[in-house]
């Protein structure tokens, strides 16, 4: 699968969103080495830190699955924004976390698409490496 129908799938995720607060809908669908495809939507509540972004939603779907980051070829994140939207801190750092520093991260609205990586939208994170052994 390539970057556009990875991009294309994301944007079907998108039309599970759950978003009445913000109507702002973001889908993600993050590809495996082997193939599939696991997807994720914004789930919004109305006590709002219980909701849930579209990226982690992918993210977590995948790891609940038994994948971990050496098993991640990419993830597509989309929304219908004017621009393009970038994840929030709570992502990035998850996504630090989660994938490879140089895990291809595929930002896209209707009109355009950028390529970042873990490493570019969270430079000097903190990990598990900075813990106290």
């Known amino acids: 699968m390539n970057k556009e129908e990875l991009i294309?799938?994301?944007?079907?995720?998108?039309?599970?969103?759950?978003?009445?607060?913000?109507?702002?809908?973001?889908?993600?669908a993050l590809l495996t080495k082997d193939g599939r495809v696991f997807y994720g939507a914004n789930i919004e509540n109305a006590s709002y830190p219980a909701g849930n972004c579209a990226e982690r939603s992918a993210l977590f779907s995948a790891?609940?699955?038994?994948v971990r980051k050496d098993d991640i070829e990419a993830l597509a994140i989309v929304?219908?924004?004017?621009?393009?939207?970038s994840p929030c801190g709570i992502c990035r750092q998850v996504l630090h976390e989660l994938l490879n520093p140089d895990t291809p991260i595929y930002l896209a609205n209707r009109t355009e698409t950028k390529t970042v990586t873990p490493q570019e939208i969270l430079p000097d994170a903190f990990g598990k490496e900075d813990l106290a052994e």
Do not use: D, H, L
């Open 8 to 28: 294309r799938e994301a944007f079907q995720a998108m039309k599970n969103t759950y978003s009445p607060y913000s109507n702002f809908p973001v889908g993600a």
């Open 63 to 66: 790891y609940s699955n038994g």
């Open 79 to 85: 929304s219908e924004g004017k621009r393009i939207s």
